[in-house]
C-alpha cells in the first residue's frame, strides 16, 4: 500500500458499487472514482505511482505528470523508450494511453525524418513547428504568435457575440 493511512478511506468510499442516477436510471459505477469527488485526485495520483516508478527506473527521460497529462523531455531513443513502457505499465494499472492525442514536439526540424523512424507504428504525431501544450503552446517564434492571435481573434469573437 503506498500510503497506508489513506487506505481506510478508499477502502470505505469504494469498497462497493456506487449508484448512479441518470435521467431517471441507475447505473452502477464499479471502476474508477465518482465525478465530483474531492479524493479522485489523490486516489489517482496514487494509483499511478507504479507507473512513475517504473519509468524513473528503466528511463533517462525527465517527466512531468500533471493528472493523467504525462510529458517528458530527452533524446529521442530513450522517449521512445518512455512511451513504450508507460503504454505496457499503463495496462496493468487501467492507464489507457491515447495516441492519437500524443504528439512529439521537436526542437529542430532536421530531427523529422530520424524522428518518424524512431516513433514508427507508435501512432504519435511529431511536429517541429509547434504544439499547444497543457494551456500553453511550445515551439518556434512565427507558431506562438500565430497561435496567440487566432486565440485572441476567437476571444474577440466571443465578446462580439456577447455585446
Known sequence: IQC????????????????????GTELQSEEGTTQGDNLAMSL???GTLPILNTLKQKNTSSQVWLADDATAVGDLIALREWWDIIVEEGLSYGYHVNASKS???LKNSE????ASCIFEGSGISIKSTGQRHLGAVIGSESYKREYIENLVGEWTNM?????
Do not use: D
Not at 530531427?111 to 530520424?114: F, R, T, V
Open 111 to 114: 530531427l523529422q525524418a530520424i
Open 44 to 46: 489517482f495520483a496514487l
Open 159 to 163: 465578446i462580439s457575440n456577447l455585446a
Open 103 to 105: 504528439c512529439l514536439i
Open 4 to 23: 497506508p493511512e489513506f487506505a481506510p478511506i478508499a477502502i470505505n468510499m469504494y469498497r462497493s458499487s456506487c449508484r448512479l442516477f441518470v435521467c
